[in-house]
């Protein structure tokens, strides 16, 4: 696809203990593949240094380490922050591309959850969700723990890290490139509707 139209892509995320965080570089890099995307990373503590830019983008990647089965109150405090700050004003985010990501110890560790939670957050923003689209990795005898979407997730990207493991080893390369292909998907569709948009006005 043509990389005539640069796009501004931002990932905010929060990561208590640096798992997380990986997970956020691995969807930066895939956003990076797709070329001509100027990528910014936002940790939720930063993010009142960012509203301006988060406006500014084309597309907004949401992703949070799966906390009792939520996304982190540490994010939820950032999602709560946007009311005021986006949705008060206007609806800043309004026709953005949106997708999420979340991390957590055990393999399921109620992630769809969050996931779904990460979703809804940006329809109340009229956001433009981007699911995985992956099929499912690992679901039969032939597949293995080394292959891209293993926790089989559609709605966004899931990554697993075990609990005894920093984030030096974890999440494993299985889910950092899971997130990746999110990354380059949301860069793409993003180019693509902004693409459109300058062909039909
Ligand atoms: C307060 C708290 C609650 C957690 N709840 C869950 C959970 O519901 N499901 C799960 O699988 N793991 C849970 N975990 C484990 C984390 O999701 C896991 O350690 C993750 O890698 C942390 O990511 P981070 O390093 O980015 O904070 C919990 C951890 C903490 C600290």
């Not at 110890?105 to 923003?125: E, I, Y």
């Not at 009229?126 to 293993?150: F, I």
């Amino acid at each position: 696809m043509s990389h005539d139209f640069p796009i501004r892509l931002a990932v905010v995320y929060h990561s208590g203990y640096g798992h997380t965080a990986r997970q956020a570089q691995a969807v930066a890099r895939g956003a990076d593949a797709a070329g001509n995307v100027e990528v910014t990373l936002v940790p939720v503590d930063e993010v009142d240094q960012h509203w301006d830019l988060l406006a500014q983008a084309d597309a907004i990647v949401f992703g949070a380490p799966t906390y009792m089965g939520s996304a982190s109150a540490q994010f939820k405090v950032f999602m709560d922050a946007t009311s005021r700050t986006v949705f008060a004003k206007g609806g800043l985010w309004h026709d953005k591309v949106a997708a999420g990501f979340t991390n957590s110890a055990a393999r399921s560790g109620d992630k769809l959850h969050t996931l779904q939670q990460l979703a809804v957050f940006a329809a109340q923003h009229g956001m433009h969700w981007v699911n995985l689209g992956l099929p499912p990795g690992h679901n039969n005898s032939k597949s293995t723990e080394d292959m891209v979407n293993r926790h089989g997730f559609f709605l966004g990207a899931a990554a697993q890290s075990n609990a005894d493991e920093g984030p030096d080893v974890a999440p494993p390369p299985a889910d950092l490139l899971t997130a990746e292909h999110l990354g380059r998907r949301v860069a793409m569709v993003a180019r693509q509707l902004v693409a459109g948009r300058a062909a039909v006005s």
